[in-house]
């Protein structure tokens, strides 16, 4: 890989990382009052097991 192309690897990492991160932020900041994600209740029923 040239230079160039290797920054655009590493910007384009960031940027996707960043795009998740808001998704999974924005996604528990608008969930209704009580409500629990399913990765969440699993990881409950996981960690009493």
């Given at each position: 890989?040239?230079k160039k192309e290797?920054?655009?690897?590493?910007?384009?990492?960031?940027?996707?990382?960043?795009?998740?991160?808001?998704?999974?932020?924005?996604?528990?900041?608008?969930?209704?009052?009580?409500?629990?994600?399913n990765v969440v209740r699993w990881?409950?029923?996981?960690?009493?097991?």
């Open positions: 890989m040239t290797k920054i655009i690897a590493i910007c384009f990492s960031i940027s996707f990382i960043m795009v998740v991160v808001s998704a999974i932020y924005t996604a528990s900041l608008n969930k209704p009052e009580g409500y629990r994600f990881y409950h029923q996981l960690k009493k097991s």
